[in-house]
């Protein structure tokens, strides 16, 4: 008997994890079919997507390339464009939606990442700024609607699959002690500090293992990366702070460990493609081919470790900091570090001021309980006019950075 095809909205699917998804998914036509396609402002990826894909629904965020999108598909193609947020939750909503790969970059990606949880799909997550920003609220719509939380993100993926779970993919904490989180150490692994104070986006950018989107290569050279993995391991496995611990493992083959009390540590391993845990969660319970290489490990020789250094890099420490604090500081966090990430790529400040800027918000932007998501949203602004203020203030930094 022929079991239904699993119908799949992808997030971002323009961007470097919905590509992924997309070709994962093209691997195995007689499993999935692409429900919807969603984008920011991406025309020409998206109409090449359309037509290759042939979703029932595309979204893009912007008006003006929805309307053009619709206009080249005209004729073509029977797919139907929305636009804007109400698309979005149309599509993540929909009855016949099977399954939501979250894949938008920063805070834009939490209203839809909480409709699909409100709506009881099973969520592929891989935009962990929506668990840092609104985890409570996400794990407590998960709980109440049955929705099914898968992680992406490599770590994650990986703990998920070193844990005991559930049927219901709900991971339990049975026997273990602690969360061993692999962090790569970026490409400023060994740079001092002066030589960060003049790296330049596209160094930032230049990741030793992966390849990602700008936001999150800038995010791993600081190693705010893991900061807010740090945060959304907490969030996904119900962990308490003391019970992760980053280590550094340049190699990027283990990708995160679990530990348990009788002294075994599970490891998952792979080459650093994100094609495994997107198809891992595409099938789960089962396995898929993914189309990554197998590991060689005769190849790979050498698995290092090192503590992080949290003097050169002290996002790390203000991610932990916020996670103190607890309420809204983390998306305090999360929004000052997307507000610095951008002045940084569009070469406005240092590489080394984005601490700084995070820094200056958390002082002075106060925590609050993040009882809904206007409250969630409300941070999420204040922090933003925050940073935004700060930033003005530096109006020297900038000249210095474009003369350099
Ligand atoms: P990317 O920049 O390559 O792509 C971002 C996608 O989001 C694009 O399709 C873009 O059009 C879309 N988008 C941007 N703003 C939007 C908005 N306001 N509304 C709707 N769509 C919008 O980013 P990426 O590297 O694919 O990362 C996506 C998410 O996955 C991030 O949260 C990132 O932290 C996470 N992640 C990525 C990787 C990776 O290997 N790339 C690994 C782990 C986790
Ligand atoms: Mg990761």
């Given at each position: ?22 070709d ?10 692409v ?39 005209a ?6 464009v929305?636009?804007g ?5 149309q ?8 399954c939501?790969?979250a ?23 891989a935009?962990k ?110 962990l308490?702070?003391?019970?992760v ?35 891992y ?68 400040i240092?590489f080394?001021d ?26 999420d ?12 203030g ?11």
């Open positions: 008997m022929n079991t239904p095809l699993r119908q799949v909205s992808v997030l971002g699917s323009t961007g470097s994890i919905g590509v992924s998804t997309l994962v998914i093209a691997r195995h036509p007689s499993e999935f079919a429900y919807a396609l969603a984008a920011n402002r991406s025309l020409e990826a998206m109409l090449a997507q359309c037509l290759e894909h042939r979703p029932r629904y595309a979204v893009l965020m912007d008006a003006d390339a929805a309307t053009q999108l619709e206009a080249r598909l004729g073509c193609s029977d797919t139907v929305l636009q947020e109400v698309g979005l939750e599509v993540v909503t929909a009855a016949e939606v099977d939501v790969m894949a938008i970059v920063g805070a834009a990606g939490l209203p839809s990442t909480l409709a699909a949880a409100n709506a009881g799909k099973t969520i592929l997550l935009n700024e929506s668990l840092v920003m609104g985890g409570h609220l996400l794990m407590q719509a998960v709980r109440r609607s049955g929705a099914r939380l898968l992680p992406i993100d490599s770590e994650h993926n990986a703990i998920f699959q070193c844990m005991p779970v559930d049927g219901e993919a709900r991971p339990g904490l049975a026997g273990v002690s602690k969360v061993l989180l692999t962090a790569s150490g970026g490409p400023f692994r060994h740079w001092s500090l002066a030589q960060m104070h003049a790296a330049t986006p596209d160094q930032a950018c230049a990741h030793p293992n992966w390849s990602m989107g700008r936001k999150i290569s800038v995010d791993s050279a600081s190693l705010m990366n893991k900061g807010l993995e740090f945060i959304e391991a907490c969030w996904l496995f119900d308490r702070p003391d019970q611990e980053v280590v550094v493992h340049p190699q990027s083959i283990i990708h995160s460990m679990v530990q348990y009390t009788d002294g075994s540590v599970l490891a998952q391993l792979g080459n650093p493609d994100m094609r495994t845990p997107i198809a969660g595409l099938g789960w319970p089962q396995r898929l081919a993914s189309g990554v290489a197998p590991l060689d490990l005769i190849a790979t020789a050498r698995l290092d470790f090192e503590a992080p250094d949290e003097a050169r890099f002290p996002c790390l420490r203000l991610a932990r900091e916020a996670v103190a604090t607890g309420g809204t500081a983390m998306a305090i966090c999360n929004a000052a570090n997307e507000v610095a990430v951008a002045a940084f790529l569009e070469g406005g240092r080394t984005i601490p700084v800027v995070i820094e200056g918000v958390l002082e002075r932007v106060a925590a609050v309980e993040p009882e809904t998501l206007a409250v969630v949203e409300a941070a602004g204040e922090a933003r006019a925050c940073a935004g203020q700060l930033l003005a530096w109006g020297l930094n900038k000249a210095d950075v474009k003369l350099s």
